[in-house]
């Protein structure tokens, strides 16, 4: 699907989610040869060919905050978001990118419990850290917390190459198994896809040892700030209070009118 839609539907530097960037890898040759840019990755890079595979490398093992890093695992993230109707957006990395599904009435650890869930654009990796307020007027606007994260695999195996080719294959046959191990959801789950359509799909929780009828929902707190969805929109409302208030008597407001 790629992040031309998400790019379509969202004006950078009104919303404070994060922008796809292009970016050039820079190598510095021998002085014979000529100077040879090249695009893709993250940051910008200048060195030799063996520098800038490493330092690809330590790149791309920090790309996750420090408590998400777990060797070479694929990672997933849940998003709790109070836009125009409350919802839970599922995000499993694929390819570079977040493959994202929106869930209305959020997962469940119940095995009797399905769940619709309405495949999105995709979203651009740097999301996984996102988590704020996204200001009216806005795609999307509302309130935004990180209400689980962690890793996940096909359930087969967990090699992160080999699993990724299960799971693709599975995305493209509409029956999508994986495995969380997150802070709140842990287990096997699938991604079914119902009709003909390719964004209705259903999610299911597996049986297994994490099974629990309980309601996981009800533990409605941010796993990265402890959080609810209405303390990060007032902390976001006092600091916008706050800065108007500097505003006018550091600029042209108050200090302009003696």
């Not at 330092?55 to 060797?71: I, T, Y």
């Not at 997933?76 to 977040?98: C, N, P, Q, T």
């Not at 007027?137 to 087969?156: E, K």
């Amino acid at each position: 699907m790629g992040l031309k839609e998400y790019k379509s539907k969202r004006r950078f530097g009104k919303t404070p989610e994060p922008k796809p960037e292009e970016t050039v890898l820079k190598i510095t040759p021998p002085p014979s040869v000529p100077p040879l840019k090249l695009r893709g990755g993250r940051g910008s890079y200048e060195g030799t060919v063996p520098d800038l595979r490493t330092e690809r490398s330590e790149v791309v093992e920090s790309g996750l905050s420090p408590d998400m890093q777990k060797g070479d695992s694929l990672i997933f993230v849940i998003h709790k978001h109070a836009a125009r109707h409350l919802h839970y957006d599922l995000r499993l990395e694929f390819e570079g990118v977040l493959k994202s599904w929106a869930v209305p009435k959020g997962p469940s650890l119940d095995p009797s419990v399905k769940r619709l869930a309405v495949m999105v654009e995709d979203h651009p990796f740097d999301y996984k850290d996102f988590e704020g307020v996204i200001p009216e007027g806005n795609y999307g606007a509302g309130s935004v917390i990180i209400w689980d994260r962690g890793f996940y695999h096909h359930p087969s195996v967990r090699d992160r190459k080999e699993s990724e080719k299960l799971l693709l294959d599975g995305l493209r046959k509409g029956d999508l198994k994986f495995v969380l191990d997150g802070e709140k959801l842990k287990g096997e789950f699938a991604l079914v896809k119902i009709g003909r359509d390719e964004r209705s799909w259903l999610l299911l929780k597996k049986k297994d040892r994490y099974t629990i009828k309980e309601d996981i929902l009800k533990n409605n707190r941010s796993v990265v700030s402890d959080k609810t969805l209405e303390e990060v929109f007032n902390a976001e409302s006092e600091k916008s209070s706050v800065q108007k208030k500097t505003d006018t008597f550091s600029g042209g407001g108050f200090a302009s009118k003696i």
